[in-house]
């Protein structure tokens, strides 16, 4: 497969990344509010969902941008792309021994829409 | 010249024993049915995945970066602002092919540095020959004579 | 970098240091200039792009992202744009993100967030997964902010982590730790501390620290520094 080594160049100068890829994933399945569980999908090899958020609960805080995700990003496969949101969750869901003293804690980070299913 | 390269190899077999895993302690590899579904998750995470694991309260200290440090850095970006690959088949590369024993125990811009010139083979814009050749030619430059 | 090889070893007598001498390089400096001279050797890139490439990363800093925020605390306007469109905010800071390349740096990209804080709510940023820092505003990350130790904990236990740097949060306001792992990039706009009423902007920005704009500290009237720690040096070390 012959790789082309001006195509990103070509895609984002003057735009950026993630800006290029605007408009190629379609329309986005959640929006801010929603509640999401992560799924524990399989990671073999690549993954960018961190192991302590799988099966945790949260709730959409923005949709931030469509890109083609890290797992076909990691191989150079730039093609497709997906919705990526700001997931926020309790720190008292995450972690068992989190201290009751801190009920308000939070944790937030990001997901491309594959791995999140609705609540 | 040989003598020193004998003491170096022996050296190196004692060194390479300490980084085993405690498995190698059996001499083979776990029986399958050994091999819970729990094991198999360890053994296959990405090694880059470690929020949430336990570790010690520290003294922060920071690091002042060798300059060849900085040089990877550049050559890495620089590398993938031509096209060669983007950020994110170096982090792939640089945080998770090496496995986890490379990963706690190399330096972070030799992470880096491994990954360039990893990339340059797997794309095959260098063969491994021509790169350990450039290397050994580079090692000679800078001898003492 | 200059190495002297006009050492007399006297091979003759057979008596040879152990050690490598401290001209010699290390197997990380041979490689990394072999991996650059084939790169350029093969037209992968040029010298130029290097030394271009280099020159932006020796002038990037935490200051602009400090100036940021001090603009923000003295322009309402501003601040709705900083959180709203962080990429644009950045050009009154004197930050282009599609520099050096016209589309940003590869690994930084081009979508920055400003996390607001307010009186009951307390960002921190980390990445667990590596080291992403959105360097074009901010500069380099420090190397604790790379570790492991920070990265296993910061998300788990964060006042501890908070504490260690000197951080002493009421158990009321919401500590909210961003976990930085996929294209966007963060920095923390703090609240605009008590007695700096009347300052100006230069003097509002020396008091933001990096620190501040990770979320390890607030800032404070009068500190106008990160946090004093023990630092390993290099044995050569780039010279900016």
């Given at each position: 497969m012959s790789?082309?080594?001006?195509?990103?160049?070509?895609?984002?100068?003057?735009?950026?990344d993630p800006q290029c890829f605007k408009g190629t994933a379609g329309p986005a399945k959640f929006?801010?509010?929603?509640?999401?569980?992560?799924?524990?999908?399989?990671?073999?090899f690549y993954t960018r969902t961190m192991m302590y958020t799988r099966g945790a609960v949260g709730e959409i805080a923005v949709a931030t941008h469509e890109s083609p995700v890290p797992e076909d990003e990691a191989w150079g496969h730039v093609d497709k792309s997906?919705?990526?949101?700001?997931?926020?969750f309790r720190q008292q869901d995450l972690w068992p021994e989190y201290p009751a003293a801190f009920p308000n804690d939070t944790l937030q980070t990001e997901f491309s829409e594959r791995w999140l299913e609705a609540v | 010249m040989s003598s020193t390269t004998r003491e170096e190899v022996l050296r190196h077999l004692t060194a390479v024993a300490e980084l085993q895993p405690p498995v190698q302690k059996t001499g083979k590899a776990p029986y399958p049915s050994d091999m819970t579904?729990?094991?198999?998750?360890?053994?296959?995470?990405?090694?880059?995945?470690?929020?949430g694991e336990y570790d010690i309260p520290c003294n922060w200290s920071d690091e002042e970066p060798e300059a060849w440090g900085y040089r990877a850095y550049v050559t890495t970006e620089v590398l993938a602002w031509r096209g060669v690959w983007?950020?994110?088949?170096?982090?792939?590369?640089?945080?998770?092919?090496?496995?986890?024993?490379?990963?706690?125990?190399?330096?972070?811009y030799g992470r880096w540095l491994l990954s360039a010139a990893r990339i340059l083979v797997d794309k095959e814009h260098v063969t491994l020959t021509e790169l350990i050749n450039k290397i050994d030619e580079v090692k000679k430059r800078h001898e003492p004579r | 970098m200059s190495n002297d090889h006009d050492h007399d070893h006297d091979h003759g007598h057979g008596h040879r240091p152990p050690a490598p001498m401290v001209e010699e390089i290390s197997d990380f400096e041979a490689l990394e200039i072999a991996v650059r001279e084939?790169?350029?050797?093969?037209?992968?890139?040029?010298?130029?792009?290097?030394?271009?490439?280099t020159e932006f990363a020796e002038h990037i800093g935490p200051t602009p992202a400090a100036r940021m925020v001090a603009k923000a605390w003295l322009d309402p306007e501003y601040k709705k744009l900083c959180l709203t469109d962080a990429i644009k905010a950045s050009f009154a800071v004197g930050v282009d993100w599609l520099n050096p390349t016209?589309?940003?740096?590869?690994?930084?990209?081009?979508?920055?967030?400003?996390?607001?804080?307010?009186?009951?709510?307390?960002?921190?940023?980390?990445?667990?997964?590596?080291?992403?820092?959105?360097?074009?505003?901010?500069?380099?990350?420090?190397?604790?902010?790379?570790?492991?130790?920070?990265?296993?904990?910061?998300?788990?236990?964060?006042?501890?982590?908070?504490?260690?740097?000197?951080?002493?949060?009421?158990a009321e306001v919401e500590v909210r730790v961003e976990d930085s792992n996929?294209?966007?990039?963060?920095?923390v706009m703090p609240v605009r501390p008590v007695g700096t009423d009347g300052w100006s902007e230069d003097q509002l920005t020396e008091i933001v620290t990096r620190d501040c704009l990770i979320g390890v500290a607030l800032p404070k009237a009068g500190r106008t520094s990160n946090i004093k720690l023990p630092i390993h040096h290099a044995v050569n070390p780039a010279h900016h």
């Open positions: 790789h082309d080594r001006t195509h990103h160049a070509h895609l984002a100068t003057g735009k950026g929006k801010a509010g929603d509640k999401v569980r992560v799924k524990n999908m399989p990671d073999i997906e919705w990526f949101y700001i997931v926020r | 579904h729990e094991l198999f998750r360890a053994y296959t995470r990405s090694p880059h995945d470690v929020g983007c950020a994110e088949e170096r982090r792939r590369m640089q945080n998770v092919d090496l496995g986890t024993t490379q990963y706690l125990g190399l330096p972070y | 084939l790169s350029i050797e093969k037209g992968l890139f040029t010298a130029e792009d290097h030394r271009r490439f016209g589309f940003g740096t590869p690994s930084d990209y081009t979508d920055l967030r400003v996390l607001e804080d307010t009186p009951t709510r307390h960002h921190v940023v980390v990445c667990t997964l590596c080291s992403c820092y959105p360097r074009p505003i901010l500069g380099f990350q420090p190397e604790w902010y790379r570790t492991p130790n920070y990265r296993r904990r910061l998300v788990r236990w964060p006042r501890q982590v908070l504490a260690e740097f000197g951080l002493s949060l009421p996929q294209k966007c990039r963060f920095i």
